[in-house]
């Protein structure tokens, strides 16, 4: 086993830690996509005028019980969902709490829009209930980077800290940055990943505004799909220089090995097909790996009518015929679009799937559309062997991230 | 052309990047080059105009959407649904 690759160290994950509509806990979410459960349901609040009254909710979160910090309990749902995620993937890391050698450490976690219930919150406390102030916390719980300090002052991370914000890439370009950190030496342990929690009223009308929500369900590569639908939650993992990770005797449970990103730099809302392509085609040559040594790739697959066809050409063209024989799912059928942390929800599917030889489905895809004709695990996981994985992110604005995951070094 | 008509037509050129004079109830709307998040403004201006709500979802081709008389057509039945004016200026 060397430990550099390229010329640089090897970057290693620790600890996965995940709060998701199929669960909270990585183990919950993981045997919920095993039974393809799906956790799209009717909104949990008075939907009042909104005509997509459907969304993906985490159900059964209680800060409380769920996040140790007296602190995250007093901020917004996003840093709570964050915290939780943290800290199942610290405990799973081993890692001693605070961290040794705290500036070699960083905490990147992103999120799209941060604190919108709180947002929501304030405002009508201002302009409906005509109150004299905003609750002091107010700015604290909205700011898009207190969840990434909640982790740092958590963990007692002195290194690197700050929130990335990249829509649906969100998650996959904060791993991608302690990926980088890591092997150039920067830092030896990172935290990262993302959360969103936008599904409130005022968001749900936003959302709707666009257009691009659908009625009825999550339907990736479908005939019958008709728009994404919004889901909530965060992804956490812990990476690790993998001599570090191996000096403390810590268990290894994946390897990442490529990231890749580009921008369309064209539209903020059609994706391109070059952008994508050339994300998929980075992290591939990151890895140093050929397109036919990926197994299982989980798609961005949000079922827009654009996306999903526009993918599938992507994946046609980095992989050739091997496309045909590679496993592609979207996860999303089963927790809904969680936005900025969708890929850390995704790269958690990515490393189960090579630990535990299973194929997570694109659930809900009985009539698939004649443009998507490639292998989407239609319906009902299977047993597969399951070595190199690929998780793509995709943003409005032709933001794309994609990473590729191996087994941890032998 | 009625008032609706006319309304939409105006509504359809100030979201066309380039307007022609030409459009008519039988004009496609795939033939004004509008894209998607075009289309989305344009909804939004006529609900805003005529006080209605069109449940147009971007990720369908629909009837409603082909050509500018559809568009009309569907516009007038729901403002008679609604029971708006459609007076706004």
Redesign the interface.
């Known amino acids: 086993m060397t430990s550099k690759k390229n010329g640089l160290r090897r970057v290693v994950v620790t600890g996965m830690g995940a709060v998701t509509p199929l669960g909270i806990g990585v183990p919950d979410m993981w045997a919920a996509m095993q039974r393809g459960d799906c956790a799209v349901g009717p909104l949990s609040f008075d939907t009042q005028?909104l005509?997509i009254t459907i969304a993906s909710e985490v159900k059964g979160f209680d800060p409380k019980i769920h996040t140790k910090s007296k602190l995250v309990q007093l901020a917004d749902r996003y840093s709570w969902f964050a915290s939780a995620a943290a800290q199942e993937a610290v405990e799973q890391s081993g890692l001693e709490v605070p961290f040794k050698n705290p500036y070699r450490t960083a905490a990147i976690f992103g999120t799209g829009a941060g604190g919108m219930n709180t947002t929501e919150k304030s405002y009508q406390d201002l302009y409906i209930h005509k109150k004299k102030a905003t609750h002091p916390l107010t700015l604290i719980r909205i700011i898009g980077s207190s969840a990434a300090a909640h982790i740092g002052i958590d963990y007692g991370i002195k290194g690197p800290t700050y929130a990335t914000c990249s829509a649906c890439s969100t998650a996959t370009h904060a791993i991608g940055a302690v990926y980088d950190y890591i092997r150039h030496g920067v830092i030896d342990v990172g935290v990262t990943g993302a959360s969103e929690a936008v599904i409130c009223y005022g968001s749900m009308r936003v959302w709707q505004?666009?257009?691009?929500?659908?009625?009825e369900g999550c339907f990736p590569f479908s005939k019958r799909?008709?728009?994404t639908v919004l889901g909530e939650g965060a992804g956490a993992l812990v990476l690790e220089d993998l001599e570090h990770a191996k000096a403390r005797g810590a268990t290894i449970l994946a390897e990442l090995l490529g990231y890749g990103a580009s921008s369309d730099a064209k539209?903020?809302?059609?994706p391109d097909i070059e952008g994508p392509k050339s994300a998929m085609r980075d992290a591939l040559s990151d890895a140093n790996l050929s397109p036919g040594d990926i197994d299982y790739l989980n798609a961005h697959g949000t079922a827009?009518?654009?996306n999903d066809v526009n993918e599938t050409r992507a994946i046609k063209d980095v992989f050739g015929q091997h496309a045909y024989k590679l496993a592609v799912s979207s996860t999303k059928s089963m927790h809904g679009h969680l936005l900025g942390a969708g890929g850390a929800v995704e790269a958690i599917a990515c490393i189960r799937a090579t630990q535990e030889g299973y194929l997570p489905p694109t659930i809900g895809l009985t009539e698939p559309d004649p443009e998507c004709d490639l292998d989407y695990v239609p319906n009902e996981g299977r047993k597969a062997k399951v070595t190199y994985t690929m998780s793509n992110s995709f943003a409005f604005g032709g933001l794309n991230a994609v990473l590729v995951f191996g087994p941890p070094p032998a | 052309m009625d008032d609706v008509a006319t309304k939409i037509i105006d509504i359809l050129k100030k979201h066309m990047k380039e307007p022609k004079d030409d459009i008519s109830l039988t004009t496609a709307l795939s033939d004004l080059k509008i894209e998607s998040l075009d289309l989305a403004m344009i909804v939004f201006d006529i609900e805003d105009t005529f006080g209605i709500e069109i449940p147009y979802n971007a990720n369908e081709e629909v009837e409603d959407f082909k050509t500018v008389g559809s568009v009309v057509d569907r516009v007038k039945s729901l403002v008679a649904a609604s029971g708006a004016t459609g007076a706004k200026a």
Do not use: E
Request: charged content about 20%; cysteine-free; overall charge neutral.
């Open positions: 005028d005509y505004a666009l257009r691009v929500l659908s009625p799909r008709n728009g539209d903020m809302v059609n827009t009518a654009i």
